[in-house]
């Protein structure tokens, strides 16, 4: 079945240092998900990219779809104590069929004042 | 909307009773999903449902998991008998159908922690 690698699984970083993780997929997917989830809350959903070498900015968040859509990237440059929390890609195969999304198991930012 | 509403939030039992997790959608969403979350193997897909019916249960581990969705407003997740591994915090999310015919972003809800004891 389709697998989601994310690496890496923890990052420490000084507040204000940059932060990426990374989304393999085993699988050529339709669309890639990015979600959020807080310490002791629920996944929240953040962007979807679905266009093969497809770049979308939220503030200081940059996530690229690779061009053979299997991997992607989320990348937070100048981290605050804000972005705390576990980051999450979810993949869609393509091929049509299948709506369950197969999540990676997440990067854990931990950010040190 | 009140988004997507799971119960209960908590829920601890003896190993071997049966458990029961209940969600509601939000409204105007056709599909629904059920997640497990463990640290040792992250979120898990255990089912998902569109327009009610079951598509895929691939994920759901054994027989002793069940799920329902007996009209678009509800549905349950349960566990019988329960075992100790079974303790996990259970998400439900739901989703809706695009112009172009996709499920898109999951909305999940506060989830149920379940511990067996």
């Known amino acids: 079945g389709q697998q989601v690698m994310q690496i890496p699984q923890y990052q420490h970083v000084q507040e204000g240092e940059d932060f990426t993780t990374y989304c393999n997929s085993s699988?050529?997917?339709?669309?890639i998900q990015w979600y959020k989830q807080r310490p002791g809350g629920h996944p929240v959903f953040l962007i979807q990219?679905?266009?093969?070498?497809e770049v979308k900015k939220q503030k200081r968040l940059t996530f690229q779809f690779g061009e053979a859509k299997k991997n992607s990237s989320l990348h937070i440059t100048a981290t605050q104590t804000t972005d705390v929390g576990t980051y999450f890609c979810?993949?869609?195969?393509?091929?049509?069929?299948?709506?369950?999304?197969?999540f990676g198991k997440g990067t854990h930012l931990i950010i040190q004042p | 909307d009140a988004g997507v509403i799971q119960s209960p939030r908590h829920e601890v039992t003896e190993m071997g009773q049966e458990v029961t997790l209940r969600c509601k959608p939000i409204?105007?969403?056709?599909?629904l999903f059920w997640y497990r979350q463990t640290m040792m193997r992250g979120l898990e897909l255990l089912i998902y449902?569109?327009?009610?019916?079951?598509?895929?249960d691939s994920g759901m581990p054994e027989d002793r998991f069940s799920a329902k969705m007996p009209n678009a407003s509800f549905s349950t997740l349960k566990i019988q008998p329960s075992e100790p591994r079974d303790s996990a915090v259970y998400f439900c999310?739901?989703?809706?159908?695009?112009?172009?015919?996709?499920?898109?972003?999951?909305?999940f809800g506060q989830g149920t922690r379940l511990t067996v004891v």
């Open positions: 999310a739901s989703s809706y159908r695009t112009y172009g015919g996709r499920a898109t972003e999951a909305f």
């Open positions: 699988t050529t997917l339709s669309n």
């Open positions: 990219l679905v266009k093969s070498g």
């Open positions: 979810a993949g869609a195969a393509a091929g049509g069929g299948a709506d369950g999304l197969t």
């Open positions: 409204s105007g969403h056709d599909y």
């Open positions: 449902f569109n327009n009610n019916v079951p598509i895929d």
